[in-house]
């Protein structure tokens, strides 16, 4: 049983090893592309959930969160999170009364058994902006959006369609 055990060992420390630096390599490739938020007065790393009234969803990446008063929270998350824009909700866990840069997000999908959560996704730091700035960064992401315009109905003599109708 010795002799197994110690087969095994050098096996084991090499997969550690190679799992170790693959990790560290896509942590370094992970802070690259990552962008780092910038601080100011307006910037804060957490909110406290009792002065939130409401949530909106912007599209995969901006979240906006209204506080007591006039003050909105813009965040960004880190990276797309597909499925958010779609589904317009999501759900969080905490348990110390505040939601932080880096908890996590998850979407909520309709299910025939009810709400089900879906990607998770980790929140960005929060930019105090005021309701009217919120107010512009809506409307300047809903003016995106073509607006649809009807097709012209051709006349019935160009489809070959009688004027008269049949009994």
């Known amino acids: 049983m010795y002799k197994q055990i110690k087969?095994?060992?050098p096996a084991g420390i090499l997969l550690a090893t190679l799992f170790c630096a693959r990790t560290g390599a896509q942590d370094k490739e992970a802070d690259v592309t990552e962008e780092e938020p910038i601080y100011d007065e307006n910037t804060a790393e957490c909110i406290s959930l009792r002065h939130v009234r409401r949530t909106k969803v912007v599209d995969d990446r901006n979240v906006l969160f209204y506080m007591r008063g006039k003050t909105v929270y813009h965040n960004v998350l880190p990276r797309s999170c597909s499925g958010l824009a779609r589904e317009d909700r999501f759900s969080y866990q905490t348990s110390i009364g505040r939601l932080c840069r880096l908890d996590q997000i998850s979407v909520l999908y309709n299910d025939?058994?009810?709400?089900?959560?879906?990607?998770?996704?980790?929140?960005?730091?929060?930019?105090?902006?005021?309701r009217?700035?919120?107010?512009?960064?809506?409307?300047?992401t809903n003016n995106d959006v073509p607006a649809a315009k009807p097709l012209p109905m051709p006349a019935p003599q160009e489809v070959g369609a009688s004027q008269e109708l049949d009994p």
Request: hydrophobic share 40%; aromatic share 12%; charged share 30%.
């Open 132 to 140: 009217d700035d919120a107010k512009a960064f809506m409307d300047s």
């Open 7 to 9: 087969k095994w060992i």
């Open 112 to 130: 025939p058994f009810g709400m089900r959560a879906g990607n998770r996704c980790s929140l960005g730091a929060f930019q105090k902006i005021d």
